[in-house]
C-alpha cells in the first residue's frame, strides 16, 4: 500500500523560512515525479512545483520560483520543498504527489496517482 505523508508545516511570519518533507512508504520516488500543490482556503488547490526523481527535471510555479526549491532527501523515498522569503499568500495547506507525467503534463494534478494528506502552512503579516 502506498502512502505519502507531508511534515514540516507549520506557523511562521513573513519572510521566514520553512522546509517540508513528503516521505513515501510503499514505493521510492526512483521511477516518479513527486508534485507538490497547495490550496488556500477559499481557492482551488494549485500547482507548486514539481521533480522527476531519474534526471532532476524541475518545473516551477511562477508564483514561488526564486523562493522555492526542490531538494532530494537522504533516501529515496524522502523529497524536500524548501520555502523561502514566505509571504501571507502562501498561507495553504500544502500536498505532495506521486505520479508518471509526461513533461508536459507535470502541472496536472489528474497526472499523479498517490496524494499525501497535507500540511498546514500559515504565513503571518
Known amino acids: 500500500q502506498v502512502q505519502l505523508v507531508e511534515s514540516g508545516g507549520g506557523l511562521v511570519q513573513a519572510g521566514d523560512s520553512l522546509r517540508l518533507s513528503c516521505t513515501a512508504s510503499?514505493?521510492?520516488?526512483?521511477?516518479?515525479?513527486v508534485g507538490w500543490f497547495r490550496q488556500a482556503p477559499g481557492k482551488e488547490r494549485e500547482f507548486v512545483a514539481a521533480f522527476r526523481w531519474f534526471g532532476g527535471t524541475t518545473v516551477i510555479a511562477d508564483s514561488v520560483k526564486g523562493r522555492f526549491t526542490i531538494s532530494k532527501g537522504n533516501a529515496q523515498n524522502i523529497l524536500h520543498l524548501q520555502m523561502s522569503t514566505l509571504k501571507p499568500e502562501d498561507t495553504a495547506v500544502y500536498y505532495c504527489a506521486a505520479g508518471k507525467p509526461i513533461l508536459s503534463s507535470m502541472r496536472r494534478e489528474s497526472a499523479y496517482n498517490y496524494w499525501g494528506q497535507g500540511t498546514q502552512v500559515t504565513v503571518s503579516s
Open positions: 510503499g514505493l521510492t520516488f526512483g521511477g516518479y515525479t
